[in-house]
């Protein structure tokens, strides 16, 4: 079954770096477009960076220039470096990739569990 798990998440302080991975598995035929999300308690989930399968990358504007998303193809991982972290990106981080899912003979959205990152000041 096709899956997405998230990792790399933790507590720092202001102005220190963080690198969250996630990889895909299961019966995954191919994956268009990946992200990542972030979302606080009973708020809504936004987008923090997307990636296409050719590289074409897209950032919210209060991320660009500290946080940068790549994927390795062959691997099914997208990752995020996040650094000069702020109290502000306090939040859980959500893998997001569009699935050709072999099973299903369709595209899908999937999404994993989430992963929490806190930032002191």
């Known amino acids: 079954q096709v899956q997405l798990v998230e990792s790399g998440g933790g507590s720092v302080q202001a102005g220190e770096s963080l690198r969250l991975s996630c990889v895909g598995s299961?019966?995954?035929?191919?994956?268009?477009?990946m992200g990542w999300y972030r979302q606080t308690p009973g708020s809504q989930r936004d987008l923090v960076a997307s990636?296409?399968?050719?590289?074409?990358?897209n950032y919210a504007d209060s991320v660009k220039g500290r946080f940068t998303i790549s994927r390795d193809n062959a691997k099914n991982t997208v990752d995020l470096q996040m650094n000069s972290l702020k109290p502000e990106d306090t939040a859980a981080y959500v893998c997001?990739?569009?699935?050709?899912?072999?099973?299903?003979?369709?595209?899908?959205?999937?999404w994993g569990q989430g992963t929490q990152v806190t930032v002191s000041s």
């Open positions: 990636i296409t399968k050719s590289g074409d990358t």
């Open positions: 997001y990739a569009r699935i050709f899912d072999r099973t299903n003979i369709d595209w899908d959205d999937y």
């Open positions: 299961g019966n995954i035929f191919d994956i268009a477009t």
